[in-house]
Structure formats: structure tokens, C-alpha cells
């Protein structure tokens, strides 16, 4: 009876290790170096495929001034990611709270290979301003 407890429970733990391992194994994490022009700002990247062969990206900001409070101000922030098949994409604003600190979520059927942000004067901007403020070096996924 304890020989079959044990190994029922040796099963479950493998079970739980096998789902953690496909759960982080599948994980991207970018993390973007220091910026010259928004300092203390800490950017990681979380990029996931999805079964349907997608791409979950999860932008998660510290330590961002808001916009309206650059030099000169600005409505927003978008986060762009560079795709090799499909060039520069939109892939939303990033609405920073009052505690300094933004995330985005967005899903994509392109694979990114560099993501960076802008700040821009609309939040309808359809290509990058030359004011990018945190960028990710160029990376591989799996």
C-alpha cells in the first residue's frame, strides 16, 4: 500500500514538472539593456508561441516617466516589434499608471526578432518616430 502511495505520488510530481517544463521551456524572456535616454527604466519581455503557432508577447515596464511629462511632451508610447516577414508592426499604446510602471499584452501571427518603443505625438502613429526610447537588441526564438 505505501509502495503504490509513493509511487502515485512520484507520478503526480512528474506530471506537474513536465507541465512547468513545457509551460517555461516554450518562453522567451528579453531583457532590455540600460537607455541613455529614459534611465532607471526597466523593460522585460515575455514572448510565448501559442499551440495555434502564434505569438504571445507580454511587455512589462518600470520605472517609465509618462509621456506628457518628456521633453518636449508627448501623447504616448507605442512598442513596435521588427519581424523579418513582415517589417516594423504596431503593436499598441503603452498606458503608463501613476505609479510609473506599464504593461502590454498583444498576441502575433508574425515572429518578432526586436522590439522597441517610441514616443509619439499620436497614438494613430502608423510608422516609428525617430524618438525611440527603449529598444531590445536583435534576439532568436526557438
Not at 510530481?13 to 539593456?33: A, R
Not at 523579418?84 to 498606458?95: A, P, S, V
Amino acid at each position: 500500500m505505501e509502495k503504490r502511495n509513493a509511487t502515485k505520488r512520484v507520478v503526480e510530481f512528474s506530471k506537474y514538472l513536465l507541465l512547468f517544463i513545457l509551460i517555461t521551456g516554450c518562453s522567451k524572456k528579453v531583457v532590455f539593456s540600460d537607455s541613455t535616454k529614459m534611465p532607471g527604466a526597466k523593460v522585460v519581455v515575455t514572448i510565448d508561441q501559442n499551440r495555434s503557432d502564434n505569438y504571445e508577447i507580454y511587455v512589462d515596464v518600470d520605472n517609465i516617466i509618462k509621456a506628457e511629462k518628456l521633453s518636449p511632451p508627448r501623447e504616448t508610447y507605442i512598442v513596435w516589434m521588427i519581424s523579418t516577414e513582415h517589417g516594423t508592426i504596431n503593436m499598441g499604446n503603452l498606458w503608463v499608471d501613476d505609479k510609473n510602471q506599464a504593461k502590454l499584452y498583444t498576441v502575433s501571427s508574425h515572429r518578432p526578432t526586436r522590439i522597441f518603443i517610441t514616443a509619439e505625438k499620436s497614438r494613430f502613429a502608423e510608422s516609428p518616430s525617430t524618438e525611440i526610447v527603449l529598444s531590445s537588441e536583435d534576439f532568436k526564438l526557438k
